[in-house]
């Protein structure tokens, strides 16, 4: 190739005049396409070329070619060629020049990200590196992920020296964004050599508590945070720390607020991470490494995860759903690990939470072990997850007519009659027919004749005839008391 260039630039020099010369040697440092005000901005340096445009006509088609819409680009055989025929500073200038008009504009291409970042290293002004890696380290999540695939080079730049001596500072910034780039698709070993980079040059950085805060919070917003840095949870609490001994940092977070409610900005970030929770054993990890911190400290972190502002069962579940979905899924493992986090809820005095372990508990007996008996003999709130599951709401020892009783709530459940509180069904006889009795009330406003032909009336009609000891007639009514029918 080296000999095929050669020969091209001797074609150059003698096909064409010297300012066409120069002009598209200057065209040769662009990296990727430019458009027409790109080459006339080149055009522009000392000496300056005159008539420019006219230039750069003379030289479309036989080097320089259409390349997308209303773009061009030098010929693959003359790139970078003016390295090899102008001096550095010439060079450094194109470069300048280039990466100038760049960040002049007021958006960049993620297809010229790449030119972007090359033009402002090859310039060696830290103002421009530091632009680059101020637009790449500000971008929102889903942008970074539509960004990474196009900065291959950064994602390669060896961690062990600065990716750019010239101004260590900048270097650190230009390291975070190399960090942030790699979340999306890089290896857990490539993004672990980066933070270990960034940690050793962020001092070089004014104001190191900003930049660290700032990076964790980054960090920890990105969904695979959790899937590359095995220890996430201690990049939270450092961070949740980090706030309390840096004022700046933690004004600077005070005004976080949410739809749901006032989380934490802790809490926050850590169910951005929630999806990296696996495995039942992970969640008892990091129940046990909670365990270790002020309850202060644990409010925080669980504070996505109260009452009316976030399911905490979507935290208790997830790793139970994901896990039981594998073959190898060791249910009586999953069920001691349940224990174990409801025992220490318990001891936090957290009761939402240990209800939840508990009846994930009994799930995992229930269905993944196929023993409802054990599953029952849990505490009460995971008896009736299962016995709801199963349609059995009845009691052990009660007489058939209380056990009819006790099964003619299911339909009162399925038909709507809950209670104020997530997953607790209103079973119980005189709840579930006053309910109907004021829906029906509802409707009917002071037509009682009328009252029967709602759907309320079927059940007060159960009920009548389990008053009367009509077995036969309830069981008609009610199709899981035809096995409760016996003498009157």
């Not at 900048?170 to 672990?192: I, K």
Request: aromatic letters at 8%; proline letters at 6%.
């Amino acid at each position: 190739m080296g000999a095929e260039r050669r020969a091209a630039r001797q074609r150059l020099i003698a096909a064409f005049p010297t300012d066409a010369q120069t002009l598209l040697l200057r065209a040769s440092l662009i990296r990727g396409g430019f458009d027409r005000g790109l080459a006339l901005e080149i055009a522009g340096l000392e000496p300056i070329l005159p008539l420019p445009g006219l230039l750069l006509d003379q030289l479309v088609g036989p080097w320089i070619e259409p390349y997308r819409t209303k773009r061009l680009r030098v010929s693959p055989l003359l790139e970078d060629a003016a390295e090899d025929v102008l001096t550095s500073a010439e060079c450094r200038a194109v470069h300048r020049r280039i990466a100038d008009a760049m960040f002049r504009a007021r958006s960049i291409s993620v297809l010229d990200a790449p030119a972007a970042m090359h033009h402002a290293l090859r310039s060696e002004e830290g103002g421009f590196v530091f632009a680059f890696a101020h637009s790449v380290i500000t971008c929102p999540v889903e942008v970074l992920d539509f960004l990474a695939p196009f900065l291959g080079e950064l994602m390669a730049f060896a961690t062990d020296t600065p990716i750019f001596p010239q101004d260590l500072a900048v270097s650190a910034m230009l390291r975070l964004a190399q960090l942030l780039v790699l979340l999306p698709y890089g290896t857990p070993g490539n993004a672990r050599a980066a933070w270990d980079a960034f940690e050793r040059e962020r001092f070089h950085v004014t104001g190191p508590e900003l930049i660290e805060g700032f990076t964790l919070s980054k960090l920890l917003l990105h969904p695979r945070t959790g899937e590359l840095f095995s220890d996430w949870l201690e990049i939270l609490l450092r961070f949740d720390r980090l706030l309390g001994i840096s004022p700046q940092l933690a004004t600077a977070n005070s005004n976080f607020k949410s739809v749901a409610g006032d989380p934490h900005v802790s809490g926050v970030l850590f169910g951005a991470q929630l999806g990296n929770v696996r495995t039942v054993a992970r969640f008892k990890e990091i129940l046990e490494r909670l365990d270790n911190e002020e309850p202060a400290t644990r409010d925080r972190v669980l504070s996505s995860f109260q009452p009316g502002r976030g399911d905490i069962s979507i935290l208790v579940n997830h790793g139970w759903l994901k896990e039981s979905r594998i073959d190898t899924f060791d249910w009586e493992a999953a069920a001691r690990d349940y224990a174990a986090c409801a025992d220490l809820a318990i001891n936090w005095g957290n009761a939402m939470l240990a209800t939840r372990c508990a009846i994930a508990q009994a799930i995992c007996l229930d269905e993944n072990g196929d023993d409802a008996e054990r599953g029952t003999c849990l505490p009460r709130a995971s008896r009736g997850q299962i016995r709801l599951r199963h349609r059995n709401f009845a009691r052990p020892g009660q007489d058939p007519l209380a056990q009819a009783r006790s099964c003619r709530g299911a339909p009162a459940a399925d038909s709507g009659c809950r209670s104020r509180r997530p997953g607790h069904y209103r079973t119980g006889l005189y709840r579930s027919r006053g309910w109907h009795k004021r829906r029906d009330a509802r409707r009917l406003g002071s037509r009682p004749a009328m009252v029967r032909t709602c759907s309320g009336g079927g059940f007060d009609a159960r009920q009548d005839a389990f008053g009367a000891r009509d077995g036969d007639r309830a069981a008609r009514r009610y199709r899981p008391c035809r096995l409760l029918r016996g003498p009157a």
